[in-house]
């Protein structure tokens, strides 16, 4: 049986292969986190970049379609339920010895880290810092 992860996110983590670049383990990095993009190389040190904009209308879209399938949690107004949507850019999860953030763009870009605090120190507190929030899949 699926767990409730798989159920609720099967079909928008699996509907494409992401792409996966592994920091730390390879020449695959975080250069800068800004508002609008995340800046990377990966591991041939090609300069990439994941647009954020892009992918809280890709979250947005998806909530919108699934709206069915979650539960207010504190009595949340839907209009804050939206504001808090408008901001999310993707997803997070992972355990030792593998973090992830897997963002909603057409790329299904990916990132795993070796370590929590590696993960939190390279991207999630600096989307953080630009106004962006991803949803913890744990």
Sequence with gaps: MRNWFERTFGNLTHKA????HRIGSSNARIVSVTHQH????????RRLFVDLPECA???????QDHR???????????AEIDAEN???VGLRGGGSPLWWIEFMNERK???EFESWEARCRDLQGPLLAAGWRTFDTE
């Excluded at 995340?38 to 591991?43: E, G, L, R, V, Y």
């Excluded at 069915?68 to 839907?78: I, N, R």
């Design 86 to 88: 408008a901001r999310t």
């Design 68 to 78: 069915q399938e979650f539960f207010p949690l504190g009595g949340a107004s839907q």
């Design 38 to 45: 995340i800046q990377h190389t990966d591991a041939a040190g």
């Design 57 to 63: 209308t890709c979250w947005m879209r998806w909530c």
């Design 109 to 111: 870009t990916r990132f």
């Design 17 to 20: 292969a992401p792409e996966v």
